[in-house]
């Protein structure tokens, strides 16, 4: 499978954002679903994921209730609807694809396949 995100850019805070990942070479529909980011000077952390049976979605807390995880996998393209975003936003924003992630690892990077190459969202004060 093969990912590409797009999206990204320069917005206000407040401002929203929907960054997709397409997906090539393979239908998303058996694969589980995440976003992560990466600020300049930390590391990579999880932001949002869909299950691949039933479609529950976990979020980590700062995003909960602002950002929104969905799939449409006819598309074969899945979405991270961001609204009210904050300068702490801000970061590099990759998309991934795993086949066999239990829930409980659904928020670790390493528990996926397939990355995109990241789509950058830079949020201004």
């Known amino acids: 499978v093969q990912l590409q995100a797009s999206g990204g850019g320069l917005v206000q805070a407040g401002d929203s954002l929907r960054l997709s990942c397409a997906a090539s070479?393979?239908?998303?529909?058996?694969?589980?679903l995440g976003w992560f980011r990466q600020a300049p000077g930390k590391e990579r952390e999880f932001v949002a994921a869909?299950?691949?049976?039933?479609?529950?979605?976990y979020y980590t807390d700062s995003v909960k209730g602002r950002f929104t995880i969905s799939r449409d996998n006819g598309k074969r393209t899945v979405y991270l609807q961001m609204n009210r975003l904050e300068p702490e936003d801000t970061a590099v924003y990759y998309c991934?694809?795993?086949?066999?992630?239990?829930?409980?690892?659904?928020?670790?990077?390493?528990?996926?396949?397939?990355w995109g190459q990241g789509t950058l969202v830079t949020v201004s004060s």
């Open positions: 991934a694809a795993g086949a066999r992630i239990i829930t409980s690892s659904l928020r670790v990077p390493t528990s996926y396949d397939y």
């Open positions: 869909m299950a691949r049976s039933g479609g529950a979605t």
């Open positions: 070479g393979r239908t998303i529909n058996g694969y589980a």
